[in-house]
């Protein structure tokens, strides 16, 4: 495996060639290990523990975790090339590492010294897995609804409530989870609180959603009953940040999710332009049809265009510049381009994308995730208007 990326404060930097390395070590592994298999987990929606292991091997639950706690502390603009690299074959597989990370960004930014020396190592070597528990059942879009509540008791905090859709929630040790410690906050945000949820008595997994796509990886309640976790584990220690610091890392999940939207957008176009010229109709394959081709430059510009938005991005993120407009900019565009790259390449496929043989309709199913998680395209779009007024205000 390449070295890892060199890492100067908020700026971090990668070797050309051990971004090549990296990506050719990754092109290995999807190559040998993962395409043979993805049929087996996603049809069954099994578990993938040889490939889980496998990862942290390569480092890549320690992805953009600084070197000093045992991360490769790649530069975002790498890491979006990893997951459109995967994504391009099996996305759901990336969701394994992908909310993992964004929770020990959550520590990284806002955690005490302590927090930080305790929990990033061993989330960085894959040997603790995390996730993100924000959503409840009443509260997705509107966060500041939700209900579970903390109470301090000594030393501990009590927890209630319940949180649902949960990735990694059966398969993974510990949350970063959004409670209220003042459910009478006005405004409600301030009354907000992430913690370092541990799985431990008082904290189960409920329902396992049967989904539509993003097989093999968990989706599942998680259950707070009285489940008592220490006080040093508030992130940052202070009440009343959780709100700002849930959704800080929000920029990271946005390029992340732009990313998966590129590799299935770049995965479809890649299904469509073989299957296009192996497909005979009338005499020749079918990507000598006027009508095939229009699909294919639609979606070649699509990919494309998906890519350099989502790397301009996270340019602008590894230089430690704002970014919120540009992250959402790409995460609505690229999720957007994964929906119609699919849709196209499913109608180039015709009545042969409708069975399970081929791996066309996993993508279909798989990409419209991508318009829902880390804020719906229905507010993304509306937050990238609010900001754009803002910025040319009259
Ligand atoms: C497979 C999967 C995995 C997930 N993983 C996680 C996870 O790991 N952790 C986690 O915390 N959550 C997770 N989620 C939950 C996800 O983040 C939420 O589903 C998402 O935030 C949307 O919330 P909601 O489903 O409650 O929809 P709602 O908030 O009820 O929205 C429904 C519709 O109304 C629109 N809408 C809502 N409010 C407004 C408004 N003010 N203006 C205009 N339109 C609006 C939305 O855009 C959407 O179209 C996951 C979801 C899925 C499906």
Known sequence: MATAAALSDQIRTIDPDDERAFMEAIDVWLEREVIPVIQHHDHGDIWPEKLVDQMAEMGLFGATIGQEYGGLGLPATTYAKIVMRISSYWMAITGIFNSHLIMAVAIERFGTPQQKAKWLPKLASGEMRGGLALTEPNAGTDLQSIRSVAVRDGDDYVINGTKTWISNAINGHCFAMLVKTDP??????????????????????????DKLGYKAIDSAELIMDDYRVPADQLIGGEEGQGFFQATGGLELGRINVAARG?????????????????????????AEHQAIQLKLGEMVTRARAARLLT???????DLGLRCDKEAGIAKYFASEAAVDNSQEAMRI???????????IERYYRDSMLMCIGEGTNEMQRMIIAKQHLKQNKI
Request: hydrophobic share 30%; proline share 3%; glycine share 14%.
């Open 184 to 209: 009478g906050a006005d405004p409600r945000y301030k009354g907000m609180s992430l913690f370092i949820a541990d799985k431990r008595e008082g904290l189960t997994t409920g329902k396992k959603f």
């Open 311 to 317: 790397l301009d991005a996270s340019e602008a993120y």
């Open 349 to 359: 496929y015709g009545g042969y994308s409708y069975s399970k043989e081929y791996d």
């Open 262 to 286: 590129v590799g299935l957008a770049e995965g479809s176009l890649r299904l469509a332009t073989e299957y296009s010229q192996q497909r005979e109709t009338m005499g020749k394959p079918i």
